[in-house]
């Protein structure tokens, strides 16, 4: 992430520029009314963090647990995006094209553009983490982009049961006492085909505060998005990788599952013009 | 090729009910055609209900059945490309004379020769399946390939690996055109190739359907069998398919605890050890029996059912009645029930060259 960090303070002394150029039209002037007529696009950047730290692969973090851990892989899936104007309206993002692998070794996979939003000034963003039930249930030709299982959803599927792996988490801990002291966590579980097991589908609801996302024509607001890792870990249940380095399809899981909903909280909204990102 | 029909009861008005297009499956191998008719490709492969059969539960005009995506499949079917060293075909563990199941294996072994968890069943009639594996953990017949191709102690390969393979062979890009209508070659095609392959696979001129559908009479024994059969075993094994389709714990001795059967799919202490209640059609060919192949005969099978259902918690309420556990038969009922069951044999489809490796 230290590139992106870099290009946030580079992004930063850019829009300080502008508005030492533009102070009046950018502080003084709200953007025009919304005309829903016309669409504009929006980015949800999900920016993994490690508590206040930025978060990057093989470096170590603490858990609430106090052990300390590496990581090696971590990806998500973000789906059903749905977005709330300050009036109450919602838009909901057509689900064929609702669906994104978020992957910490992507850089690109971390910016979440959204295309075709009618004009308004949203304040609230509701998305899936993982895949909802009908489209686990869906044909082939129902699964393409980020769910194509020999695509960006190649290591996301358990072929022996047809699930997507909502959420996956891999590293190692010198506090396994194991061999391999690797901890996995690979959380799915979309309710059952013709039998009910467990479901890990959750959904997330984020406020943006008092300051809306204008998306416009020409404004492409960029909502940003802290995942804090170190939330996976406590908050419903403590997970000490000493007693279970290993959540997969097991009722267990749920306890990641149930951590990792709350690991998203809003932090800020870019609605100002130099939208070169 | 003169093409024959072999459904010839099935009405105008019965195809027309039919919500999808009429197909025409086999070559008739039973009634003595000859062997050169047998060996041409067809004019056309088409999907036919057999009239005996109930609507199927695939949905075939997600996957229209045309000559050429039939070639396609039985081509990947065949083809080791589909495992990571190229020694794996689908019909190393699947072969026709076998029903499509593997025959003298009680678990079949894959790459490297590493044994499977599980007995490879046999594959026919699947369009009219809703679940599958021995534990129904996929609901898709259109997505069921894809684990075999994956799992380590199968084929061993990925789906990006495999793909990219057929696009940089000289055999397979003109092979997707033909199907598909250009050689772009995705997942979708190639699982639904697979698909048109697996659901050609139909299974429905035993000398029992015949008899089903008033084309030819069983004999005295048999009938008796068949009388036997409907009284001991139709509660699970029901319908022209002879299977409910159910997770059954049958009371066979745990020998892996480890496969845990329906459970592993649903979590649910209450499936235990269960497992698909298998088709028995072309039963006397798919040898050895249950989901680990512990059974030699069909004789050992029902002596399991007669003396050796054990007692456990999930064992199906079925074969608890009072004190006594599993389904009292005699020797002489054996007999008859396994003359019985023979009846089920499908030479046609056992010997459909159209099934092949070409």
Redesign the interface.
Known sequence: MKQVFLSYTFRALIVATVFSFFSSCSDDHAPTAPDTTKTGAIVLEFDNVAGDDEFTFNKEYTNAAGEKFTTTILKYYISNISLVTTSGTVYTVPQDNSYFLVDESVPTSTKVKLSNIPEGDYKEVRYTIGVDSVRS?M???K?QGAL????QG?DM?W????GYIFFKMEGSSPAINEVENNFRFHIGGFG???????NNIKTVTLSMGTTPATVRSDIAPEVHILADILRVFSGNKTIELAKNPSYM???SSVDIANNYMNMFSFDHVHNDAAHSH | MKFIRPFRCMTAQKILRLSFIIIIPFALLSCGETDTAINQEPEKIEFIIPSNFPAPVYNISRNPITTDGFILGRTLFYDGILSRDGTISCGTCHQQSAAFAHAAHDLSHGIDDKLTLRNTPALHNLAWQKEFFWDGGVGDLDLFAINPIQAHNEMDETLPNVLNKLRQSAKYPPLFKKAFGSDSITLERFLKALSQFQLMCISSNSRFDKYQRGEASLTAEEMQGKTLFDNKCTSCHKGTFFTDLSYRNNGLTIRNKADSGRAKITLNSDHLYQFKVPSLRNITETAPYMHDGRFSSLEKVLDHYDKGVKDSPTLDPLLRQGTILGIPLTAEEKRLIIVFLATLKDDTFLRNRLLSQQ
Request: net charge neutral; aromatic share 16%.
């Open positions: 249930t044909p082939i030709e699964r194509d299982m020999s695509g190649k599927y072929d022996w049961n047809s059952g085909y013709s039998a009910q097991t467990i399809f097991s009722r």
